[in-house]
């Protein structure tokens, strides 16, 4: 089974920068869509944004112009890109890749900006 772990949370300040990782234990080409999602109080996960196989990204609105996705696909590994953090953005982050119907998930990392 393919494992996905992210690395690379931590503390920020506001305006500041953060990258975070996600190491897939196989392929990224095991997945049609790998993306981020982080948790919207009261209703689960909430997605950030993600890549398809082809490396098309796309995001949702509230990080549009702040937030990237990219890839190594040497390193099977891809990344959220975050600049601009706010407050707001202070969240427990889950890569997610999806094969189909089959999601996979990673355990999460936390991400913690300060004002």
């Known amino acids: 089974q393919v494992q996905l772990v992210e690395s690379g949370g931590g503390l920020a300040q506001a305006g500041g920068s953060l990258r975070i990782s996600c190491l897939v234990s196989g392929s990224i080409f095991d997945f049609d869509y790998m993306g981020w999602y982080r948790q919207v109080p009261g209703k689960g996960r909430g997605l950030v944004g993600f890549?398809?196989?082809?490396?098309?990204?796309k995001y949702t609105d509230s990080v549009k112009g702040r937030f990237s996705i990219s890839r190594d696909i040497a390193k099977n590994t891809v990344y959220l890109q975050m600049n601009d953090l706010k407050p707001e953005d202070t969240n427990v982050y889950y890569c997610n890749g999806r094969s189909g119907e089959t999601d996979s998930w990673g355990q999460g990392t936390r991400v913690t900006v300060s004002s």
């Open positions: 890549i398809t196989s082809g490396g098309t990204p």
